[in-house]
C-alpha cells in the first residue's frame, strides 16, 4: 500500500521533503498543506522585491524557468498535492490522523497519515508594546507583507520608515528602503551594536558605518516604548526611551518565535526555546513525525548547544534528509556551525562559528586577530581591503569563530566558507595557517589573508604579539592613556603629528632600528602601521631593546578606517 | 652564539622564510643571495604585468605600503642580509659550508651555515626542437623577460604571438597579449585539451571556448617542432606536424625544471621528477638543510603520490614551516591537494583534488556529476551559470576532486575553497550535500549549487540518476545513435524540433505525465532540460513507467551551451 505522508508546510522545507520525497518513491501519497495561498517562495528574497532588485512578486515563486511554483505546478510537474488556505490544528497521534481546517469554508477535517512531517516555520514576534499591531507595522514573515510594503512606498506613501531590530532582515530591509527609494530610514537596535547574534562589536562597527554612509540612521541600545498612530491616519512615530522618530511605516525585524502550539499540544517534546527537538534523523519524540526548519531546535556543533537557525538553506538541506528518512534511507543532519552571510549596500559581511562572547559563554577561553589585508594580490588593480577576525580558545587552538567584511562579496564568502565546514570537525590554528585555498593574483595573495589570519593568531597565542583592539585603543588614546607610535611614512603620519601634538609620534619602520634612543620607553605606546605587520615587527624590534609596553594596533589604519572615521577625520 | 642561516634564493619562500625567521629570532645571522639582480617579486603577476594591469614592474617587487623590496629594504626594515647576483655553485655538508660565485666579479667564496635552505624555484623548460633558444623566444621566469617582452610589444614589434603550452601561465599571457594589446594569439598544446593537468576535458572545453571567443587561437594535440627565425631579424613562425603559424614572438610555457643540480651533487637526495624530496618538517635528506618551493616534490594528499606545484601560495607557507622549525620550534607541512584557480577573461576556473583520468591512474574508481545552476539566488539580478564537476570514488563515497567555471570568479573560487580543506582529512558525497556554507540570496541559493552537486552525485551513485556526459551525448547524437527527449517548454525547444527533424522530440515536462505513450519506449533517448533537474524527474517518471533507454544530459542545455556553441547554433 501506498504510504501516506503529510507535510504541514509549504515552504522551504516542506516543498523540498514533497520533491525528494517523490523521486525516490513514485507511489507515496504526499499532500503538503498551507495556511497560506501564496506556497513555495524564496522568503529571503523579499528585501530584494521590496529593494528593487526582484522586479515582480512572481518572481520569488517561480522557477529558474518560471514556471509558476503553484498547487497546479506540483499536480502536473511533480506528482504532488498541495492543499493551500488548509490549517493544522491538532494531531491525534494514537490514531495517526491530523486534524486540519480548511480555512476559506471554515470546515474541518482528518487526514490521515503514515509519516507527517512539520514544517510550520516561525512566526515574526511583536513585542508587547503599545502600537505593535497597528496596520502600517508591518514584519517580514509572508508575500502579502512584502506586498503591501512596496505598494505603499511605490504609491509615495512612505517618506520616513523606522525599522525595529538591527538583525539580518532589519539591516536588508533597511537597505530596500533607502537605496532604491530613498526613504529616511532609521533602525533602533535594543542591543549595542547591529548583528548581536552574528558578529563581535568591531566587525559589526563596521556594518554599522556602512549604514550610516548610506544615509541609514543606525540607533543602539535604545529600547522601544511604543507606536504612536491609529489605524485610519497610519503611523506616526516611534517612542523610544529617549525620544521620538517620526515615520510613516515600521518594520518589525526583533526576531521570530517557532509555530509549534499545535505540536506541543499534541505531547511533542520542545527545548528551551519553545522550537521542537529532533533527532539526527530529523524526527520529533515521535518517531513518525519529523520536523525541520524555522520550528525546530538543532546543534550548535561549536559550542554543543542547542538553538534555533531560522534559514532557509538549513531548512532545505534537512528537507532532504527528512525524505531520505521516510523513504527507510539513513541520513543524518548534524546541526549548524551557524555559518551566516549578508550583503550590506555595497559591502559583505560573513561569519561562522562563535563570537568572542557567544564563546566566552559557551565556556571557552576566546582569544583572536584581525586582519587587514588586500582580497587579491595588492598589486592586482581590483584589489580592495577585506577584514578578518579569527577566534580560537586559548589552550586547546580550536578554531572557535571567524567573522569577514569586505567590498568584494563572494570574496568575503570564500573566505568564511573555506572555514566554516571544518569547524565542526574541529580545526586549530595552526590548520588555518596552512589552510589550502585557491590562489591566482585576481582571486588571492601568495600569502593570503585567511592564512595570516591563522599566522597573527598564532603570534598571539605564541606571545610575540602583544594586540590592542582598535576600539580599544580609540578609547585609551581619547583617554590620554596611550600615545601612539606609528612607524608608516612621514607623509602618512603628518596630518596625525599635527593634529595629535605630542601624542603621535612618527618613526618609520626603516629608521627605527636606528632610532630605538627616540622611542619613549617609559610610557604605554600603541604601534600603528597601515594595517598590522610593520608594526608587529616594530614591537617584536622594541621588545629585543627592552621596551615592552607597547601594543600592536590590530588591523592598523585600515581598520581605524572602518571603525571610527570621526578618529582619523 | 648567533645561528647563521643561509638562504639560497629570494623570491617567495626565501624571502619569507629570512622574514619569519627574523621575527621569532632576533640574533640570527640572516643571508640570502640569489643569481639574479631583481628580488622578491611577484613572479605570478608577471602576466599582469604585460597585460598591463599592473602599470610598473616596480609594482610586482613594492610592498603593499609601496616601499621597493631590495637589498636596502631587507636591510633596514628587516635586519636582513640579501646579496643579489651571487650563485650557490656547490654544497661542502661535511664543513657545512656553501660555496657561491659572485657574478658580477665572477669570485668564488665559502658561507659557513648552520642551517642551510634552498629555495632555488624552477626554470622553464625549453623543449629540444630547433629554434628553442632564440632570442625572441619567451619564457616566463623573471622580470627581465618580463619586461621585455612588455617592451617589445609596446614598440610595436608584436602583431603576431605563439604561446606554447596552455598550462595557467600560457593561458594567462594569451590573455595579456590579445586582451590589451590585440596581439593575434595562437597557443599550441600537445595534449587534446587546455589546462591538462588541472581540468577534465568538459571543464577544460568550457575555457577552451572561453579563449575563443576572445579571439585567442587554439590549437589542441599539436606538436611543435621547431621554429623559425634567426636572432638578427626575430621569429618568422613556429612549425608545428599539421603547418606553418607566423609570429613576431614565442611565449614558452611548457613546464618547469626543478634547480636542484646542485644540490643533487651534494648528495641530496631527488623525487622521479628531479626535484628535492623533503619530509614534513621541509627537510632535506641532511636534518641541516631545508628546501622548498618549485624545487621540491610534496605529497598529493588525495592520490598520495609525490608531485611538484609550483605556487606562491604553497611556497610562502613553507616558508613559515621552515623558519619556525629553523628556530627549533615544530610546523609540519603535510601536502597538497592540488588546489588551483584562474581567471580567463570575464570567467574563472577552479579545482582540487584530482581529474577524472588522475583519479583513474591514481587507482580509484572514479565517478562524477556536473551541475548547473546560478551562482546565487536566481531570481537576484547578478546570478549567472555557474558548473561544478564533482568527482567521487564509486565504493567509498570518498571526494576525489571538483572543478568549477563560472562568470563570477570570487564566486566560483568560494565554492572550491569550500571543498579544497576537506579533501586531505576525508569527505564524502553525503559531507557535500550538507556542507554548511553562508547563504543569502546576493550570494548564493538556498540551495546552493555546491550542495546540489553532492546531491547530483548521490543520486547517480545510488544508480537513480543515469547520466550521460554532454560530449558522449553530442557525439552520440551527431552519429545518430540517440535520439534527445527535451522536457522544457515548446519555446525553447522549436528551434532543435526544427534543426533536427525527428531526431528530437519535445514534451515540456508539465505534460509528461499524462503523454507518456508519446515516448519512443525502443531507442535510446536522451533527456534534456535547462539544466538537468527536469530531465533527472524525467528519468525516473520514465524509469516508473519501465522505459529506461533514458540517459540525463549532465548539466543540460546550459552546459551544451558553454562546451559546443555549434550544436545549438
Not at 508594546?129 to 509615495?156: E, Q, R
Not at 576566546?366 to 589585508?373: E, G, L, N, R
Not at 589552550?395 to 567573522?403: A, N, T
Not at 596630518?495 to 618613526?507: A, H, R, T, V
Request: with cysteine; glycine share 10%.
Amino acid at each position: 500500500m501506498p504510504k501516506k505522508v503529510i507535510i504541514i508546510g509549504a515552504v522551504a522545507l516542506g516543498p523540498k521533503v514533497a520533491c525528494r520525497l517523490r523521486r525516490i518513491d513514485p507511489d507515496a501519497e504526499i499532500t503538503v498543506i498551507d495556511r497560506d495561498s501564496l506556497i513555495s517562495y524564496g522568503g529571503c528574497g523579499i528585501p530584494y522585491y521590496v529593494g528593487g532588485d526582484v522586479a515582480d512578486l512572481e518572481g520569488l515563486y517561480s522557477t529558474t524557468s518560471h514556471a509558476v511554483r503553484d498547487s497546479e505546478f506540483f499536480k502536473t510537474c511533480k506528482g504532488i498535492t498541495v492543499l493551500p488556505r488548509v490549517e493544522a490544528t491538532a494531531i491525534k497521534r494514537k490514531e495517526k490522523k491530523l486534524v486540519v481546517c480548511h480555512l476559506a469554508e471554515d470546515r474541518t477535517e482528518e487526514l490521515a497519515y503514515d509519516k507527517l512531517v512539520i514544517a510550520t516555520g516561525a512566526t515574526p514576534f511583536r513585542p508587547p508594546f503599545p502600537g505593535a499591531d497597528l496596520a502600517d507595522v508591518f514584519t517580514m514573515s509572508n508575500l502579502h507583507d512584502a506586498k503591501a510594503i512596496k505598494d505603499k512606498i511605490a504609491t509615495g506613501q512612505v517618506e520616513k520608515a523606522v525599522v525595529i531590530g538591527a538583525g539580518a532582515i532589519g539591516i536588508e530591509m533597511a537597505e530596500a528602503l533607502t537605496d532604491l527609494w530613498g526613504v529616511e530610514t532609521t533602525i533602533i537596535e535594543m542591543a549595542d551594536q547591529v548583528l548581536p547574534t552574528a558578529l563581535g562589536r568591531n566587525m559589526a562597527r563596521v556594518v554599522e558605518n556602512k549604514l550610516r554612509e548610506n544615509d541609514v540612521n543606525v540607533m543602539l541600545a535604545e529600547r522601544v516604548e511604543g507606536i504612536n498612530g491609529d489605524d485610519k491616519t497610519g503611523v506616526k512615530s516611534v517612542e523610544t526611551a529617549n525620544g521620538t522618530v517620526p515615520c510613516d511605516l515600521v518594520v518589525l525585524s526583533a526576531g521570530v518565535r517557532p509555530n509549534t502550539g499545535f505540536a506541543a499540544q499534541a505531547g511533542l517534546a520542545l527545548g528551551s526555546s519553545g522550537a521542537l527537538l529532533v533527532d539526527r534523523r530529523m524526527r520529533t519524540t515521535d518517531p513518525d513525525i519529523f520536523a525541520g526548519g524555522d520550528c525546530i531546535e538543532m546543534r550548535n556543533l561549536v559550542s554543543g548547544e542547542n538553538t534555533t537557525m531560522p534559514l532557509g538553506s538549513l531548512a532545505n538541506r534537512q528537507g532532504r534528509t527528512i525524505a531520505t528518512n521516510i523513504n527507510g534511507g539513513s541520513s543524518h543532519f548534524k546541526g549548524t556551525v551557524g555559518t551566516f552571510c549578508i550583503k550590506v549596500f555595497d559591502m559583505a559581511a560573513a561569519t561562522a562559528g562563535l563570537t568572542f562572547n557567544q564563546a566566552k559563554t559557551a565556556g571557552f577561553d576566546p582569544v583572536y586577530a584581525i586582519v587587514a589585508q588586500h582580497d587579491r594580490a595588492h598589486f592586482y588593480p581590483e584589489s580592495q581591503l577585506m577584514y578578518i577576525k579569527l577566534i580560537a580558545d586559548r589552550k586547546s587552538r580550536k578554531i572557535l569563530g571567524i567573522e569577514a567584511v569586505g567590498a568584494e562579496k563572494d570574496a568575503v564568502k570564500a573566505r568564511v566558507d573555506a572555514v566554516a565546514p571544518l569547524l565542526a570537525g574541529g580545526v586549530d590554528v595552526d590548520d588555518i595557517s596552512g589552510l589550502e585555498t585557491g590562489y591566482a593574483p585576481p582571486m588571492a595573495s601568495a600569502m593570503d589573508i585567511i592564512n595570516n589570519a591563522g599566522n597573527a593568531l598564532d603570534n598571539i597565542l605564541e606571545k610575540r604579539n602583544r594586540p590592542i583592539d582598535v576600539m580599544d585603543f580609540i578609547d585609551a588614546f581619547q583617554k590620554g592613556e596611550a600615545k601612539v607610535l606609528d612607524v608608516r611614512g612621514p607623509k602618512e603620519a603628518a596630518p596625525f603629528m599635527e593634529k595629535y601634538n605630542g601624542q603621535w609620534i612618527n618613526i618609520p619602520q626603516a629608521q627605527l632600528r636606528e632610532n630605538i634612543h627616540m622611542v619613549p620607553a617609559d610610557e604605554p605606546l600603541c604601534l600603528l602601521c597601515d594595517t598590522g605587520p610593520r608594526s608587529y615587527e616594530a614591537q617584536i624590534l622594541l621588545d629585543n631593546k627592552g621596551i615592552t609596553n607597547t601594543k600592536n594596533i590590530q588591523g592598523g589604519y585600515g581598520m581605524i578606517l572602518v571603525t571610527d572615521k570621526e578618529f582619523i577625520a
